[in-house]
């Protein structure tokens, strides 16, 4: 199939822009809960009503009007994911003020670079080192006019300066703002080259939050006796985080935040809130995977947790295959088996997710297939998803009544697909951004007559789901001609518990090669059952039955391709590869030019 498209479920907005939910609820069902808030003494959640929630919206939207903020105006956030920037974030469109996010550790070039390019008059910041990146180039920004830091009282600043404002006042603005109006301008956190910001209408941003709430209501909405929630934890400077935070706002779903995806962070937090679904990444759910093998191993039970691994996984492919019509469903053999395992394994996965998550969704990076389906045998089921900022998060998902597993899914309603000559993946949709800020060349060159270009590489199957094989951009060729997609083989050598990153190199050399890091955590549990002592980085690394562990993954990835495409040889490298010294960017995507320079070395003893 070389196009498909899912028919819209509601047409546009015609009026109104993304504020307006949050004292539309008010309205409505004033004493409903729509937030929690952890406190940071106690370390207590307590609940925010959408009374209390528009209240402090109106009382911040006031005193940013008192401060200056005018209708139009682009204003920065620059924070972890918390309760304030949710805050700030609706306060500010409900002025018709323009947001600007910027990642948390974003270096001071890249922060002049963004608040340069769209010309930003005012910026709030979560602390002093972030005041102290501003101020190191805040000579070179005459526009900006004004910082506020959250740790230092900005909300309790702003409603004091609002005080005596009227209300009616705030609401001519929000009255003022329309779905054409601009919400944000989001900055890619790129691969390579300097960021671009794509322009996101406060339409765009609706019809794909209310599409996705609408079509995945088994995931937005809670089981009877059940209030729905979430905990937010991906970056709300990515269109992934904000997307959540948007549609938890207008789905009157109660929404929870939390700064660190960490697991020693984030499984604590998801205990005590208990949210009933979650949004992540993949690397969120390989994280309780491999924790929880872990955990059996030092039980001495990794023999029937891989059993239950394997029950779960042919347990969810015969759902999946009845789904479709091409099997019966499980066997009462598998029935009687999978019950067994639920007491005994899966339980103990679900609980370690706060015990109330049925389904979450997956996005930013491919899944492993397998992953997937033990996920839905345990009781939890993942709608893997694909999309990207230009078109305001997802354009396609797995259907809640018809999942297959390694796959992105079927393009969300009011959306279409297309493959094209090339094996690109073209996308159309009310959800397409408006083009990149001040750049109508980098614009011109990806929207082509209604088709968003995406610079993915993807096939449809016959059902129009579709399957990311990897990015034009970071195909690489050989010294004897051979293209070779270095995503796939990546991420299987990424399965093995042991090994955190893995980079294929290759282009312009006679074979492919990799470079792989290690998981510290994973690493120190595997020395532990084998009494092997803890040695530095750089001696570990050459340990032989290491490097025999990460040659079968190797050799497990090597599997999916042909010879001429398969990994010959490896380096494992003492440390991983970090945001801080420009190797990642913020979603942790790898930067592979960046990667292949610092390990120069590494790549050239990779061809002798």
């Not at 009227?166 to 960021?195: K, L, Q």
């Not at 794509?198 to 209501?217: G, I, K, Q």
């Not at 195909?475 to 051979?482: D, R």
């Not at 497990?556 to 991983?576: D, G, K, M, P, Y």
């Amino acid at each position: 199939m070389r196009e498909f498209t899912n028919p819209p479920l509601a047409s546009a907005p015609r009026a109104g822009g993304l504020a307006d939910a949050v004292f539309d609820h008010a309205a409505e069902d004033p004493p409903r809960v729509v937030l929690g808030r952890k406190s940071e003494e106690t370390g207590l959640w307590r609940d925010v009503t959408a009374a209390a929630f528009r209240d402090e919206v109106l009382a911040v939207a006031k005193g940013l009007l008192a401060q200056g903020v005018r209708f139009g105006d682009r204003v920065a956030l620059m924070s972890r994911t918390r309760y304030e920037w949710t805050l700030l974030d609706f306060a500010l469109w409900t002025v018709g003020a323009q947001v600007v996010p910027l990642y948390p550790t974003s270096s001071a070039e890249q922060v002049f670079w963004m608040l340069h390019d769209a010309q930003v008059t005012a910026v709030v910041v979560e602390h002093e080192d972030h005041a102290m990146t501003v101020g190191s180039v805040v000579d070179r920004l005459p526009l900006l006019r004004r910082l506020w830091q959250l740790d230092g009282d900005a909300v309790g600043e702003l409603t004091r300066a609002g005080r005596d404002l009227d209300d009616e006042v705030v609401h001519r603005h929000r009255r003022a703002v329309t779905p054409s109006s601009v919400a944000t301008v989001i900055y890619t956190s790129g691969t390579t080259g300097r960021p671009k910001g794509c322009v996101l209408s406060h339409a765009n941003l609706m019809f794909e939050v209310d599409t996705v709430v609408r079509r995945w209501e088994p995931v937005f909405r809670s089981r009877r006796g059940d209030e729905a929630s979430t905990l937010l934890f991906l970056p709300l400077a990515h269109v992934f985080g904000r997307m959540v935070q948007i549609a938890a706002i207008r789905g009157r779903v109660k929404l929870g935040h939390q700064p660190s995806l960490s697991a020693a962070a984030l499984l604590p937090d998801l205990a005590a809130f208990r949210p009933t679904f979650f949004l992540a990444v993949p690397y969120v759910f390989e994280k309780v995977f491999h924790a929880a093998r872990r955990t059996a191993e030092r039980e001495g039970r990794a023999g029937p947790f891989d059993k239950a691994v394997d029950v779960a996984v042919k347990y969810a492919e015969a759902l999946e295959a009845r789904a479709f019509g091409t099997g019966p469903g499980p066997s009462a053999g598998l029935r009687v088996q999978h019950q067994l395992f639920d007491k005994l394994v899966y339980a103990k996965v679900r609980e370690a997710l706060g015990g109330r998550v049925r389904h979450a969704m997956s996005g930013g990076s491919a899944m492993d297939r397998r992953l997937g389906l033990f996920f839905a045998g345990a009781g939890v089921t993942v709608f893997e998803g694909y999309g990207l900022t230009e078109c305001s998060a997802a354009a396609t998902a797995n259907p809640p009544e018809r999942t297959r597993y390694g796959t992105v899914g079927q393009a969300v309603p009011g959306t279409a697909v297309r493959i094209a000559d090339d094996g690109e993946v073209w996308l159309r949709g009310d959800h397409v951004f408006q083009g990149y800020l001040n750049d109508p060349e980098a614009t011109d060159a990806v929207l082509r007559d209604g088709w968003l270009a995406t610079g993915d590489l993807g096939s449809l199957d016959e059902d129009g789901y579709l399957t990311i094989t990897g990015r034009k951009k970071e195909i690489l060729v050989t010294s004897g001609g051979k293209s070779v997609s270095p995503s796939r083989l990546e991420e299987r050598v990424r399965d093995h518990p042991l090994v955190a990153q893995c980079v294929v190199v290759g282009n312009d050399r006679p074979y492919v090669a990799a470079l792989v890091t290690l998981d510290a955590e994973a690493v120190d549990h595997w020395l532990a059952l084998r009494d092997k002592p803890r040695l530095p980085p750089a001696e570990l690394v050459r340990d032989p039955d290491l490097e025999t562990e990460v040659r079968r993954a190797v050799v497990a990835a090597n599997t999916l391709v042909s010879q001429a495409e398969s990994i010959r040889t490896f380096r494992i490298l003492a440390h991983q590869f970090t945001e801080e010294h420009g190797l990642l960017t913020p979603s942790l995507k790898l930067k592979r030019k960046a990667i292949e320079e610092a390990y120069a070395a590494e790549v050239e003893a990779l061809y002798p």
